[in-house]
């Protein structure tokens, strides 16, 4: 791998859409499904030294009211945000943090990625203005712990498998970059390479179709299950949970009047 300068470990905060039962609910923005609320970062010289830390929540244009199981696993209320920046400043801001020196992004799986690409290209923000050079820490750490192949771990159970000492909650932007640059530190290979992303496929892929937030809805059930699911495991829940969604094989009940 070419000589990095920075790696710069970022974690997401989301919000979405929800139908709720009284006031105003969020329609679903088809182009942006998961809205950044959050955004956490550590920056890491090449010799993966902490040189610098971001922090800064985001107030949410097109989700307005936190969803509700957002609200839980985060603690944000939808008062924290009501007087913070914009997207397009906070992303100025978090530009600004990883500066003009050659940088890869590193994140636990891809899925934060996606997202961030999506917010940038929703509010018309120049691509280029950062890097599309990235890491998967996740696919590393997997690895390293000798987990079976078709498996992955998740960032708690990595932390509690390495040692890292539990001194912050999860779910916040920059905790969990924080515990992703420490589990990096440990986990990160002799011979590293880092990826690339086609932001063009997300803007070939605009669509009305609603987007199944995969990473919620297996951190869901690794929390209920108190294990790391199998990928074989991932695609029936989620085959399950669009079944269940589109009502597949819901069948239409008549009571037969007396």
């Known amino acids: 791998m070419e000589d990095i300068m920075n790696y710069i470990v970022l974690d997401l905060e989301f919000n979405q859409p929800f ?88 994140t636990w799986g891809i899925d934060d990625i996606k997202s961030l690409y999506r917010n940038i290209l929703v509010h018309n923000i120049n691509i280029d203005l950062i890097t599309n050079k990235y890491i998967n820490v996740q696919a590393y750490a997997t690895k390293y712990l000798n987990y079976e192949a078709g498996k992955t771990i998740g960032l708690k159970n990595a932390v509690t498998e390495l040692d890292i000492e539990i001194e912050n909650s999860f779910h916040d932007a920059l905790n969990d970059a924080d515990y992703t640059a420490k589990i990096f530190k440990i986990v990160k290979p002799k011979k590293m390479d880092y990826d690339t992303f086609n932001v063009m496929d997300l803007a070939r892929k605009k669509t009305g179709k609603r987007i199944i937030n995969t990473k919620a809805l297996m951190e869901h059930f690794i929390s209920e299950l108190g294990r790391e699911i199998s990928d074989e495991e991932a695609k029936i829940i989620k085959m399950a949970y669009k079944l269940g969604r589109n009502q597949t094989f819901d069948s239409v009940y ?3 009047s007396k």
């Open 19 to 106: 139908h709720f039962k009284t006031g105003k609910s969020s329609e679903l923005n088809p182009e942006c499904p998961f809205e950044i609320i959050q955004i956490g970062a550590v920056k890491l010289n090449k010799n993966f030294e902490v040189s610098n830390t971001f922090n800064c929540m985001i107030k949410p244009q097109f989700y307005t009211r936190i969803h509700p199981y957002v609200e839980k696993i985060t603690g944000i209320k939808e008062e924290d945000l009501k007087d913070k920046v914009s997207f397009k400043e906070a992303f100025k801001q978090f530009t600004k943090f990883i500066g003009d020196e050659d940088s890869v992004l590193c």
């Open 254 to 256: 008549i009571k037969k």
